[in-house]
């Protein structure tokens, strides 16, 4: 059974390389790229509210389950990657819809998609929790988990507070304007930025290609957004500030 683990992880990982290059040429047609008019019922647009509820509550579910199930001895440790993993996906899955007003729509299959996606990514970082990897109580002390946390903990802020600048905007106004503030000063995305520094840090303190998988996934779907986001915000607005980067201040 780990060996089938191992090799499903190494495929993963490929299919991971393999759509960040596809969205680095399409962006996935949802927000300021969605196409209403495709046709297929794949592409039916649907309230973001229950899209996002759809697609990210699967995620704790999986990862509870396997984590939950699995033989390995539980400690505080694997309850600290459990929580964190849990109280990300509450935000995203419950409180995120919840306080959008004026919400968007999105087409049925980003929902289906991601339903997919959390699945399989639940599924392999819970079994890793579960049935691979057991964590001592004195790992608390080893530098990974130390600074693993501190940088999930910053990524949350930055997550969590960018998306509060986002939904006081759109709560305003029913067409894009441009966000200002906080780390919006530096790159268009914070909000990306915040999520993805949350899964390298969870990375970084699990130690583990699970992990690691994860963190891959969420760079190749968030780069090449927030690079065809901030090109748009170029295009969109003649008063677009200059200075900013797309994702990585002072850099990319």
Do not use: C
Request: proline share 6%; net charge positive; hydrophobic share 50%.
């Amino acid at each position: 059974m780990l060996q089938n683990y191992q090799t499903g992880l190494e495929y993963w990982f490929l299919l991971g390389f393999i759509t960040f290059l596809i969205l680095l040429k399409m962006p996935a047609p949802y927000g300021k790229f969605s196409k209403p008019n495709w046709g297929s019922w794949f592409f039916i647009m649907i309230p973001s509210q229950l899209g996002w509820v759809v697609m990210e509550i699967i995620s704790p579910v999986m990862l509870g389950y396997f984590f939950l199930t699995g033989p390995i001895e539980k400690s505080i440790v694997s309850y600290v990657f459990f929580i964190l993993w849990v109280g990300h996906y509450f935000n995203r899955s419950i409180i995120y819809p919840i306080r959008q007003n004026n919400p968007s729509k999105m087409p049925l299959l980003i929902p289906l998609l991601a339903f997919m996606f959390n699945i399989v990514n639940g599924s392999l970082n819970g079994y890793h929790l579960g049935f691979v990897q057991e964590y001592s109580f004195e790992y608390i002390y080893k530098w990974n988990f130390i600074l693993g946390v501190i940088l999930f903990v910053i990524g949350a802020i930055i997550n969590i507070k960018s998306d509060n600048i986002l939904l006081r905007l759109r709560s305003n106004n029913k067409s894009y304007h441009i966000p200002n503030g906080f780390m919006y000063r530096y790159v268009s995305y914070p909000n990306y930025l915040g999520e993805i520094m949350e899964w390298v840090a969870f990375a970084l303190m699990t130690w583990s290609l699970a992990g690691l998988s994860f963190a891959v996934w969420t760079i190749a779907n968030l780069v090449p957004r927030a690079i065809a986001g901030h090109r748009w915000y170029n295009e969109t607005f003649d008063n677009y500030p200059k200075n900013r980067k797309a994702i990585l201040p002072h850099i990319l």
